[in-house]
């Protein structure tokens, strides 16, 4: 890339900035944010701990990139009959149950594109490859076994199809049932949002959705109001 064919002694406030400018539009606002930081910090290391001889941080004066905004995005009844009747009547099974199943267990879609077969025993699954490098079992309901049983083993994935074919089974669902800024890790949400409106404590809904601290769970937890307002009534 632009930056890495740079002599770090040669590396200027403005191509980092120019470098930043073209990755923002391929990456989310979070993401941005996150890469700057590091380069910031690695620049930081070079230049006091290993005495690359640089005066200043070229970063140093450069605004970060802005945090994204938490989604606090809830799937409604309405919304989710709708996509089941669409994604019912797709060619291909398989989108269908794995939005099933993501809805139902809170799980990322890479978690659930390379589960298999011998990853499910006594109602539980063994996440082998999560996005933060831990692993972690999780129990299954009695719906997401379901799922599971409904689906033919013809492959050692359970799930043996594409994320590119399912971000466009997702993108048709959306366009047939007209809903707006829904997004399927937006199931990852509500999954999360319902096990501790179930009871769940914290580290009890953690150790399922794979969260290392409660703050970044916390960022998907959304509880619902009105089931809130009810149980402060009882």
């Not at 930081?37 to 620049?43: A, E, I, K, S």
């Not at 890479?110 to 006594?122: A, G, M, P, Q, T």
């Given at each position: 890339g632009p930056l890495g064919s740079t002599d770090l002694k040669y590396l200027s406030q403005g191509q980092i900035h120019d470098y930043f400018r073209r990755r923002a539009s391929k990456v989310a606002e979070g993401t941005l944010r996150r890469e700057f930081?590091?380069?910031?910090?690695?620049?930081s290391i070079a230049i006091t701990s290993w005495k690359l001889a640089v005066a200043v941080n070229p970063m140093t004066e450069l605004s970060v990139p802005k945090d994204s905004p938490h989604r606090e995005r809830r799937v409604t009844?309405?919304?989710?009959?709708?996509?089941?009747?669409?994604?019912?009547?797709?060619?291909?099974?398989?989108?269908?149950?794995?939005?099933?199943?993501?809805?139902?267990?809170?799980?990322?879609r890479?978690?659930?594109?390379?589960?298999?077969?011998?990853?499910?025993?006594?109602q539980t699954c063994n996440i082998r490859d999560s996005k933060n490098g831990?692993?972690?079992?999780?129990?299954?309901?009695?719906?997401?076994?379901?799922?599971?049983?409904?689906?033919?083993?013809?492959?050692?994935?359970?799930?043996?199809?594409?994320?590119?074919?399912?971000?466009?089974?997702w993108e048709r669902i959306m366009a047939k049932t007209r809903i707006e800024n829904l997004r399927f890790h937006d199931l990852r949400h509500e999954a999360i949002s319902r096990l501790l409106e179930k009871g769940l404590t914290i580290p009890e809904?953690?150790?399922?959705s794979g969260h290392k601290t409660a703050s970044m769970l916390m960022r998907y937890a959304h509880p619902d109001p009105v089931k809130v307002r009810e149980k402060m009534m009882q």
């Open positions: 930081l590091l380069l910031r910090r690695l620049l009844a309405n919304e989710w009959a709708s996509i089941l009747n669409i994604a019912s009547n797709l060619r291909n099974p398989l989108p269908k149950a794995v939005i099933e199943f993501a809805y139902e267990t809170g799980m990322r890479s978690e659930i594109l390379k589960l298999r077969w011998d990853d499910v025993h006594n831990l692993g972690r079992i999780i129990p299954l309901s009695k719906t997401a076994m379901a799922i599971i049983k409904e689906l033919e083993a013809c492959s050692e994935n359970i799930f043996p199809i594409s994320q590119n074919a399912i971000r466009l089974s809904a953690a150790s399922v």
